[in-house]
């Protein structure tokens, strides 16, 4: 085994970097991974170990990985995790950012270490990692790759699109998406199972797929798979990078507090640090109480509106509504739902979990 045969190297006999692929901070999943372990992979194939026991040396270029009936040739792969010893199920890491998962077997192996030296054999289920060496083709996607579709289980897909499309469900309504409309998407399991979806259109919502199965298209090849919405974990755009995950403390009071990296639009502010992308509904009327009296707003003369009573204590939600000539009125609105347009929908928001609202983009 080659764990008998371990011999250690110095640090020089293993060559450094000459400089990163231009793509590199593609290959999302592996770059996670080796951060993790605080390695990283140079200019020549490695076996990793562990952190006191790395061996260089030369992979046969016509070596391949036989996954099922899928054959990766090794010239395609940027690194490949075995179970450790300890029962992992295996992980390839493609150069294009995929990452396959299951039982595989290596093919035609050799592992040249010197002219002395070399590993003909090498069980996937034992060792820990195998990092080839850094190629410029690392991190392009295939052609035709929207984004990226990661599994719980740990594949990761290049995909062009979805079929029908991914229907996202929140505690205001329905929405069915296409793989375009996503911007960024992740499973969160703190403090409650959940969803963040992060959408083109600037929205940022709190919510949870149906169990309807979703087609998605594979990239390069019009091929499809079929999977359980439920068992996502996270999508990124192609060119991209997954967002740090929406947290619900510090508490969004307007949309200046929105962290970059999400769209900056005008909208609606959320409790529970939900952006609802979208205007009052055509049917929404506002009627604002101020003490004894009563008067209608029009929609369309609200430039921003901003909650005064965030801790819900008054009969009325109170609110200071900045209209488009520039005068600021407040008062309580009577209505317990407004109407919120966004997308091809209207849905029912109550006025309660309504924190803040701008009707243009914002800059910073």
């Not at 995950?245 to 900056?264: C, N, S």
């Not at 909208?267 to 055509?282: I, K, P, S, T």
């Not at 997308?343 to 243009?360: C, D, H, M």
């Amino acid at each position: 085994a080659l764990t008998k045969t371990i011999r250690n190297f110095s640090s020089t006999a293993i060559p450094e970097s000459m400089g990163p692929p231009p793509k590199i901070t593609q290959l999302i999943t592996l770059n996670e991974r080796l951060k993790r372990l605080e390695i990283e992979r140079k200019n020549q194939d490695i076996f990793w170990i562990s952190a006191n026991n790395q061996i260089a040396g030369t992979v046969a270029p016509t070596a391949t990985v036989q996954l099922g009936e899928v054959s990766v040739p090794i010239v395609a792969i940027a690194a490949i995790e075995g179970g450790g010893g300890i029962g992992k199920v295996p992980r390839i890491f493609l150069r294009t950012g995929s990452v396959l998962v299951g039982e595989m077997e290596l093919k035609n192996f050799a592992f040249k270490v010197d002219s002395q030296w070399s590993v003909d054999k090498w069980d996937p289920h034992e060792l820990n990692l195998l990092l080839l060496a850094l190629n410029p083709a690392d991190g392009t996607p295939p052609a035709n790759t929207t984004a990226f579709v990661e599994l719980r289980s740990g594949e990761v897909y290049p995909v062009s699109a979805f079929k029908p499309g991914f229907a996202l469900v929140s505690v205001w309504g329905q929405r069915l998406v296409q793989l375009s409309d996503i911007f960024d998407l992740q499973y969160i399991s703190r403090p409650r199972p959940e969803y963040r979806a992060n959408l083109a259109d600037g929205s940022s919502l709190s919510i949870l797929p149906t169990k309807a199965p979703l087609q998605i298209t594979l990239a390069p090849e019009p091929k499809s798979l079929t999977i359980d919405p439920r068992t996502i974990q996270r999508i990124w755009k192609s060119g991209g990078v997954p967002l740090e995950p929406v947290l619900f403390e510090p508490r969004w009071t307007e949309h200046a507090d929105i962290p970059e990296g999400l769209i900056p639009t005008g909208g609606f502010l959320l409790q529970g640090n939900n952006l609802l992308a979208g205007g009052f509904g055509e049917a929404s009327s506002i009627t604002l109480i101020d003490g004894n009296s009563a008067f209608d707003v029009a929609p369309g003369q609200i430039a921003a509106m901003r909650k005064l009573d965030p801790t819900f204590k008054t009969s009325l939600p109170q609110f200071e509504i900045e209209l488009t000539n520039g005068d600021v009125i407040k008062g309580g609105i009577s209505q317990p739902t407004l109407l919120i347009g966004t997308g091809k929908e209207n849905w029912p928001i109550p006025v309660r979990q309504i924190i803040f609202y701008q009707s243009a983009p914002i800059s910073r």
